[in-house]
T-cell receptor, first 113, second 113 residues
């Protein structure tokens, strides 16, 4: 079975500050890992994905995530938050052959001026 | 130019009514999924289909049914709506060569009174 834990349902940062959204996973086999972003009144869109290539994955809008197998983590970071980053972020895991992802409960990123 | 469309975008209905939510895609993907999103619970899988003749239950299929009318169309029905089915519903697709990444529609907000 696979599962995803996102630590913190809400994260609040000031504009220009570091963004860190945490995701830990459990999977019996090497996983595929994803971060999706959901802007208000929209569907989810892919931010970045890890598929067993480089452990540091760069995504859109300046976000990146690092796969750490020893820590079973895939935390999302951005060096400098922008007001437009305010959204809901979802971490997801799936495993080879399944094609059925498991999503975390989401983290709402709040960016203060 | 939306690749995954959902109709209606918003719907208010009464307890006991039959409701159908429709999803169409122009991406040419084989795989389609229905999820519901509730605050604090993330996305939960209702049904999925890997091709026109393949229908599978997800995590929370009770009270729902689906129909895959064509490769491009996947409908979700609530046979007798109840208030705890009030939620945001998303359709998603994925393709065979890259089946782990999902592409989402804009969502349908359903309210059952």
């Amino acid at each position: 079975a696979q599962s995803v834990t996102q630590l913190g349902s809400h994260v609040s940062v000031s504009e220009g500050a570091l963004v860190l959204l945490r995701c830990n996973y459990s999977s019996s086999v090497p996983p595929y890992l994803f971060w999706y972003v959901q802007y208000p009144n929209q569907g989810l869109q892919l931010l970045l994905k890890y598929t067993s290539a480089a452990t540091l994955v760069k995504g859109i809008n300046g976000f990146e995530a690092e796969f750490k197998k020893s820590e079973t983590s895939f935390h999302l970071t951005k060096p400098s938050a922008h007001m437009s980053d305010a959204a809901e972020y979802f971490c997801a895991v799936s495993k080879g052959g399944s094609y059925i992802p498991t999503f975390g409960r989401g983290t709402s990123l709040i960016v203060h001026p | 130019d939306a690749d995954v469309t959902q109709t209606p975008r918003n719907r208010i209905t009464k307890t006991g009514k039959r409701i159908m939510l429709e999803c169409s895609q122009t991406k040419g993907h084989d795989r389609m999924y229905w999820y519901r999103q509730d605050p604090g619970l993330g996305l939960r899988l209702i049904y999925y289909s890997f091709d026109v003749k393949d229908i599978n239950k997800g995590e929370i299929s009770d009270g729902y049914s689906v129909s895959r009318q064509a490769q491009a169309k996947f409908s979700l029905s609530l046979e007798s709506a109840i208030p705890n089915q009030t939620a945001l519903y998303f359709c998603a697709t994925s393709d065979r060569p890259n089946g782990h990444e999902q592409f989402f529609g804009p969502g349908t907000r359903l309210t059952v009174l």
